[in-house]
């Protein structure tokens, strides 16, 4: 059974940081693009970054150059980085797997972010 948690959200102001972790189970991590999406309120969840299987990774407009993602295959762990946060960061952030050949997606339960000014 594929499992997706995430970890690391919280409260903090405008201008500081967060590192969002998430970690799956089975063979899901090693065989799948894990990325990042976030959904605010009355929004349609958006992708924020992705990163490949090799390491190439890919960023929304939004927050490049702000968030950086990586993974760790010997924790079966995703990060997501994220410095000078902004009020429009404030969402639901959620960890996705899409895996190689069916593309099926798997996700985690999200976890909040809440940038306060």
């Known amino acids: 059974q594929v499992q997706l948690v995430e970890s690391g959200g919280g409260l903090v102001q405008v201008g500081g940081s967060l590192r969002l972790s998430c970690a799956s189970s089975?063979?899901?991590?090693?065989?799948?693009?894990m990325g990042w999406y976030r959904q605010a309120p009355g929004k349609q969840r958006e992708l924020v970054a992705t990163?490949?299987?090799?390491?190439?990774?890919n960023y929304a407009d939004s927050v490049k150059g702000r968030f950086t993602v990586s993974r760790d295959s010997a924790k079966n762990t995703v990060y997501l980085q994220m410095n000078s946060l902004k009020s429009d960061d404030t969402a639901v952030y959620y960890c996705n797997a899409r895996r190689l050949g069916d593309g099926r997606n798997y996700w985690g339960q999200g976890t909040q972010v809440t940038v306060s000014s």
């Open positions: 089975g063979s899901i991590f090693s065989t799948s693009t």
């Open positions: 990163i490949f299987i090799g390491g190439v990774t």
